[in-house]
């Protein structure tokens, strides 16, 4: 076996204070115009309401930080995974009219049965906590020679590309103003210097604005119609339980909880500290599941790590947690303003797609950077099939005609995301393979991460 160190994120900024409170304000807001696009777009698809969205979204991420001794820079907004369980518990209503004719499909949320959906989230929620204590119980290295980097690099690298389509879709609403944002990051990042550099996220956002202003492509409607001040609370949307409901959506769980693992190493990847062993996987597996039971407690909904933040992180190479703490509370903030929240929402759908395709990509490239500096032998046939494996299952499962592997048992139905049916064959495949001659090694110095292969 040969030892190989990884040192990455030599030239980050670990304590964000050197550069001053103004610039840390505007650091957390950029990560919560990074978060917001996604995690409002869930409670529009679910009918979930948009200002309790954003304060469990605040308040998860605060807990995640808790939990996690403060120590890792993540952000816990809307969870896609759990789309198909609220579609399948609680499906979208039909508008029709006086005469009980169609006027539109599925528009109208299920008030009625959306709760219902949330007491399942919560139960998948726990379900974290059962792995974390596998971890503590059994300790990190062992669970972790089931997620070895040629595991967890394909399916980072799935993450990415499974989100880029929407991106793209949203870009072509407008190709201009999405090319303007993508053009500025860029320009930013690359010739940009001191806080133009570490700021190209939010300089991508008002500059492609400014121009949809200039030809007429913001939409104030919104912002017209929205309250001032509201509470984000509303009792009648309070979880509620059924045993067909949390048979639905429970399973989902042991997908998103390999999407965490995924992303906690996206996140120890980019910054260069190994989160897996300090705080340690079981401490973010608890922040994560109770995050998640809180939100849907609150008819919230599941919240998960956010690639997204984990994109602007490798743009701005500023690690520091405090700065996500940051974003937490101008979330926080938001959900009291309607308005304002309504305001953010203006923003074109075009802008929107340009900024995520850059961090999508970024979530990506963070994928093959894990497998290439962890030296995976692309010569071995084992490695060859797993990643094969991954990447074939996460997109074409996702770009099938269903968008998922449905099960049915009886009549109980689950539908797994092309990423959970990836996730699960890659680990089998790993468990059962032979040459599964991985060690996981941890290290104390903040930017390394070791394995011994």
């Not at 944002?181 to 300089?203: E, R, S, W």
């Not at 001040?229 to 309070?238: D, K, M, N, Q, R």
């Amino acid at each position: 076996m040969s030892k190989q160190k990884i040192a990455i994120g030599e030239d980050g900024i670990y304590d964000a204070r050197k550069l001053g409170v103004p610039k840390m304000l505007l650091l957390g807001l950029q990560h919560a115009f990074a978060m917001f696009g996604a995690t409002v777009l869930v409670p529009i698809l679910t009918g979930l309401s948009i200002s309790t969205t954003l304060l469990m979204a605040g308040l998860g991420t605060l807990l995640f930080h808790i939990i996690t001794k403060g120590k890792v820079p993540a952000f816990l907004g809307s969870s896609f995974a759990f789309l198909g369980g609220y579609a399948a518990v609680a499906p979208l209503l039909d508008k029709v009219d006086a005469q009980g004719n169609v006027i539109e499909k599925a528009v109208i949320s299920n008030t009625e049965m959306l709760p219902y959906a949330c007491g399942g989230v919560f139960v998948a929620g726990l379900v974290y906590l059962v792995l974390a204590a596998l971890i503590k119980l059994f300790g990190v290295k062992k669970v972790m020679r089931f997620f070895p980097p040629v595991v967890t690099g394909p399916i980072i690298i799935s993450i990415g590309l499974i989100l880029a389509p929407s991106a793209i879709n949203n870009c072509s609403t407008n190709w201009l103003l999405a090319l303007i944002a993508i053009g500025v990051i860029i320009v930013c990042n690359i010739f940009g210097k001191g806080m133009v550099k570490i700021v190209p996220i939010m300089l991508g956002i008002i500059v492609s604005y400014i121009v949809a202003l200039c030809i007429n492509a913001v939409d104030f409607d919104p912002v017209k119609t929205a309250d001032v001040i509201g509470v984000p609370l509303s009792t009648s949307a309070f979880m509620k339980f059924k045993a067909d409901a949390i048979i639905s959506i429970v399973p989902i769980a042991l997908a998103t909880m390999m999407e965490h693992i995924g992303d906690i190493s996206a996140i120890s990847a980019t910054t260069g500290k190994n989160y897996l062993q300090n705080p340690g996987l079981h401490r973010t597996l608890v922040g994560d599941g109770l995050a998640t039971s809180v939100s849907a407690a609150f008819g919230g909904p599941a919240n998960t790590t956010y690639g997204e933040n984990t994109g602007v992180l490798a743009l701005t190479k500023v690690y520091d947690p405090k700065v996500m703490q940051i974003a937490a509370v101008f979330a926080i903030i938001l959900s009291f303003f309607p308005k304002f929240s309504a305001l953010i929402n203006t923003l074109p759908k075009a802008i929107i797609g340009g900024v995520s395709l850059i961090l999508y990509g970024m979530i990506s490239s963070v994928g093959i950077r894990n497998v290439v500096e962890n030296h995976i032998d692309f010569t071995k046939s084992r490695n060859l099939i797993i990643a094969a494996v991954i990447l074939g299952c996460a997109l074409g499962f996702n770009g099938s005609a269903d968008g998922a592997l449905i099960l049915t048992f009886g009549q109980t139905s689950i539908s797994l995301s092309g990423l959970a049916v990836a996730a699960i064959a890659g680990i089998l495949l790993n468990a059962i393979l032979p040459g599964n001659d991985y060690v996981f090694e941890t290290t104390e110095k903040h930017d390394e991460l070791t394995f011994k292969v």
